[in-house]
Structures are given as structure tokens and as C-alpha cells.
């Protein structure tokens, strides 16, 4: 494995994968003789940070933290300020996940789910399928860069699959670039009966040759062209074919493996042709709400909505992100009283 260094007028010196596993952290790196880049994202005491806010059931658990490893792959590549947002709206037990990340490593999420829909999947005692949890319905990703930009989104179709197809779609469809995305989620039971902690793992690969012409992105399907219509074939480049092939060799469990440092896990994938490590970037679970947040939104209601939301003369906001509560006096929300028109 061979370390990145700041400056790109030298060559990088090689060195041996570092041993020691840390967590909440990404992981960036190139393959230069395959021309991917990726990342690889080791979640711990951030993701249960997360879903320490909310009593979900461990199905629950595992969805999320799978939802929260993506959007933090993902969120992570923005070099600039701004929130990276997926969010799902499903018909399945799960029908919502949101997941906020706020460059450069703050996250938070939340799940909306059907206790007894759920409850019912985990007496059935079947393995974990996380396009069971979603069903059917969309899922979107936002980059929101401030009122000064216009905010991007791409959404694709949740047909029950899972995450992981979804990435690929999103990939395929909105950046037709060729990516490859691993997710995984475990729950480590400690001795004792001490309460359990939670552990997820991601890797992103990405194809981007320098020369022109090695991406061939796949026709549009023909949709009602007349039966027999010929769909030319693409034949995929030979390195991204073995780069696919090395990331089918990635267990679920080298992923979450609290032994295994991510360096060493890319050196497992691809010492053969070479990776060069970069500086890792931090995760965080942190909410961005507060109490002048909470107002400005309230702000944005009718005078007749936020008159909905008195009771007992006050007004209380819950983040469904956190679970913090905060408490405003009906005439911080609503004003004064409108004065009575004059009778004519």
C-alpha cells in the first residue's frame, strides 16, 4: 500500500497498511492501475449516537445504519459547505428514513416505521432484507449548498430492493458514472448483559479512466420499439470488470470487523495493482436543530397553523431527529391578537 502525500510533484513513498482499526472515520483512495476511486467508511460510537435518540427494533436499527453509512459515503465527497440529504418514502414497514450529513462530518437520521409490521418480519426469524423493511416507492438525494444555490436532486425508483441496488441506480441513471457500493450494518452483544453497540461499514468504488471512451454507458432501454428491436450490447472495460470482480470478494463481516483498520482492508482488495491511501475525514453525530431554528420554521406557518399548535398556551416542538424538545409561549409563536375589524 502506498501513503498520499500533499504534494503531487513527487512520488508517493510506499508503506505498510496501518494496523490499528478507528472508527468513525473515511477513508478515501485511488487504485491507479484499475482508475477507481472510492471510499471506505468505519462507523461505531457515532452510529449508535444515532440511533440512541429513538427505541427502534433491531431490523429498524440495521436499515438506518446501513441508510446512515451510504448517505455519510456519499455526503463525504462534497468539498464544499452544505448538507447532503437521502431521504426514502416508501409502502413498506419502513416507510420513511431521513439522513442529513452536513459537510464536512456532521450526521443524523431518523426512521418512521409500522411497530407491528415490523415486529411481525422479526417473528418470522428471516434473515435481514432491507428491501423488505423499504418496499416500494422512491428514494432522493439532495445536495443543498444554501439559499444562494439551487438545490440538487436525484431521485430513482425503490422496487424492492435494497440500498445498495438503489446506489447503483442513482449512479447509473443521474451521474452514469460506473460505481460499485458494499453495504453493512452488525450488532456487537457484550457479555454481562450490558447493552449491545452497533457497528456499520461502507465501501464506494468508482470507474473514472483518463481516456476518453472507456465509459460506455448502456442505451436507455427501447421501451415500445417494435418487437426484435436489436439492444446493442456493452462490453464493459477489462479493469472495471476486475475491479467488480475483487468487491464481490468483500464479506459483510470485513466490513464491520473492529480488528480490521480500512487500509488493511484495501490492501486485502488491491495490493496487486496498487492503492494509495489519503487523509481520512472524521464522522460526527450531531443535530443541527435549535431553538432559533425551531422558530424560523414555525415562522414559515399561517397565523392559523401555528394557532393549531397552542395548547395550554404554549407551543412545544419536538426534533424528530434527536428528540429534544423546545418550549415557546403561545405569543412567541403566534404574536398578539389581531385587533377586531371595526363594524361598518
Not at 482499526?21 to 491507479?32: G, L, M, Q, S
Not at 468505519?42 to 427502534?56: E, F, I, P, Q
Not at 436525484?154 to 453495504?183: D, K, M, N
Not at 461499514?201 to 465509459?215: K, S
Request: hydrophobic content about 40%; glycine content about 10%; charged content about 25%.
Amino acid at each position: 500500500m502506498t501513503s498520499h502525500t500533499q504534494s503531487h510533484s513527487r512520488s508517493p513513498e510506499s508503506r505498510s497498511p496501518a494496523a490499528e482499526a478507528v472508527d468513525d472515520r473515511v477513508t478515501p483512495f485511488h487504485v491507479d492501475g484499475l482508475d477507481v476511486r472510492g471510499r471506505v467508511v468505519r462507523l461505531g460510537t457515532s452510529l449508535d449516537a444515532v440511533l440512541a435518540h429513538h427505541n427502534y427494533p433491531a431490523p429498524v436499527k440495521r436499515l438506518l445504519g446501513e441508510a446512515v453509512a451510504l448517505t455519510v459515503l456519499l455526503g463525504s465527497t462534497l468539498k464544499i459547505a452544505g448538507r447532503f440529504i437521502l431521504q426514502t418514502r416508501t409502502d413498506g414497514p419502513v416507510d420513511l428514513l431521513v439522513v442529513d450529513f452536513t459537510a464536512p462530518q456532521d450526521v443524523r437520521a431518523y426512521a418512521r416505521f409500522d411497530a407491528e409490521k415490523v415486529a411481525a418480519i422479526e417473528a418470522a426469524g428471516t434473515a435481514f432484507d432491507s428491501g423488505a423493511l423499504l418496499g416500494h416507492g422512491h428514494l432522493a438525494m439532495t445536495i443543498d449548498q444554501g439559499l444562494s444555490v439551487n438545490r440538487y436532486q436525484g431521485v430513482v425508483a425503490l422496487e424492492g430492493g435494497g440500498l445498495e441496488a438503489a446506489a447503483h441506480q442513482y449512479f447509473a441513471q443521474s451521474e452514469q458514472i460506473p460505481t460499485r457500493v458494499r453495504l453493512a450494518v452488525a450488532e456487537e452483544v457484550r457479555p454481562g448483559g450490558a447493552a449491545s453497540s452497533w457497528r456499520a461499514g461502507g465501501l464506494m468504488v468508482q470507474f473514472l479512466p483518463t481516456e476518453g471512451g472507456r465509459i460506455r454507458p448502456a442505451d436507455l432501454h427501447p421501451g415500445d420499439a417494435p418487437e426484435g428491436t436489436e439492444i446493442p450490447e456493452v462490453v464493459e472495460d477489462d479493469a472495471w470488470v476486475e475491479v467488480q470482480s475483487l468487491v464481490g470478494t468483500l464479506e459483510d463481516v470485513e466490513l464491520v470487523d473492529a480488528d480490521l483498520s480500512s487500509e488493511r482492508l484495501l490492501f486485502r482488495l488491491f495490493h496487486e495493482r496498487g492503492v494509495r491511501v489519503f487523509e481520512t475525514e472524521g464522522v460526527v453525530a450531531k443535530c443541527s436543530c435549535s431553538r432559533e431554528r425551531v422558530m424560523n420554521v414555525l415562522a414559515g406557518f399561517s397565523r392559523e397553523e401555528r394557532e393549531s399548535l397552542v395548547e395550554d398556551g404554549k407551543v412545544t416542538v419536538t426534533c424528530e431527529f434527536c428528540g429534544r424538545s423546545y418550549g415557546f409561549k403561545a405569543e412567541e409563536v403566534v404574536g398578539p391578537e389581531e385587533p377586531d375589524s371595526p363594524v361598518q
